[in-house]
Structure formats: C-alpha cells, structure tokens
C-alpha cells in the first residue's frame, strides 16, 4: 500500500498531455501494460520462491528464511515500483532521484 502512494504522487512524463486520447471502447489495459504486469509478477514470484528454496538448502531457519523471502518481496516490490515511474524510458538515469 505504501508503495502505492509513492507512484500516485509522482508527477506525470514530459509530454504525456500532448497524447491523444483514449479511443471509446479501447482497453484500459493494453498488450504492452499487461506484458509488464505479467512480466513483474513472473519475476517477483519467481525470485521470492527461489529465494526461500535457496535458504533451505543453505540449512537456513524457518525464521531466517522467512525473513530472506520477506526482504526479496519488499526490494522486489521497490524495484517494480521504480520501473513503473517511466513507461517507455529507463528508470536508471540521473533524473530517478531528481524532483519529486
């Protein structure tokens, strides 16, 4: 939830009011949203449930591998989160952590 108001306070790409708009009738999730939604969760889910077989098999506790899948779901959840500030441009640039 936390992370949610973090993508709904950002300020919107340069140039996104000079799109058309949206055809009536057309899907609000298209090909391309619904590609990285699949895309994301896949991974998310795949790295979270490695990572618990990982600690097993390294001979972790129940506790420390809990606290493994915990840590990958929040950095994961974070890194969607900073994937999802640009559509169509890359999240690694200088401008990430500038403004707001």
Same mark, same amino acid.
């Given at each position: 939830?936390?992370?949610?108001? %973090?993508?709904? #306070?950002?300020? *919107?790409? !340069?140039?996104?009011?000079? +799109? /058309?708009?949206? @055809?009536?009738?057309?899907?609000?999730?298209?090909?391309?949203?619904?590609?990285?939604?699949?895309?994301?969760?896949?991974?998310?889910?795949?790295?979270? %449930?490695?990572? #618990?077989?990982? *600690?097993? !098999?390294?001979?972790?506790? +129940? /506790?420390?591998? @809990?606290?493994?899948?915990?840590?990958?779901?929040?950095?994961?959840?974070?890194?969607?989160?900073?994937?999802?500030?640009?559509?169509?441009?890359?999240?690694?640039?200088?401008?990430?952590?500038?403004?707001?």
């Amino acid at each position: 939830v936390t992370l949610g108001f %973090v993508a709904a #306070v950002e300020p *919107a790409e !340069d140039g996104i009011m000079e +799109l /058309e708009p949206r @055809r009536v009738g057309k899907r609000l999730i298209g090909r391309f949203l619904a590609l990285r939604i699949a895309i994301g969760t896949i991974t998310l889910v795949g790295c979270t %449930v490695g990572s #618990v077989f990982w *600690a097993k !098999d390294l001979g972790y506790t +129940l /506790e420390e591998t @809990r606290s493994q899948a915990l840590n990958t779901l929040s950095f994961g959840a974070i890194s969607v989160t900073m994937s999802a500030r640009f559509s169509r441009k890359s999240a690694f640039h200088a401008r990430t952590f500038q403004g707001n």
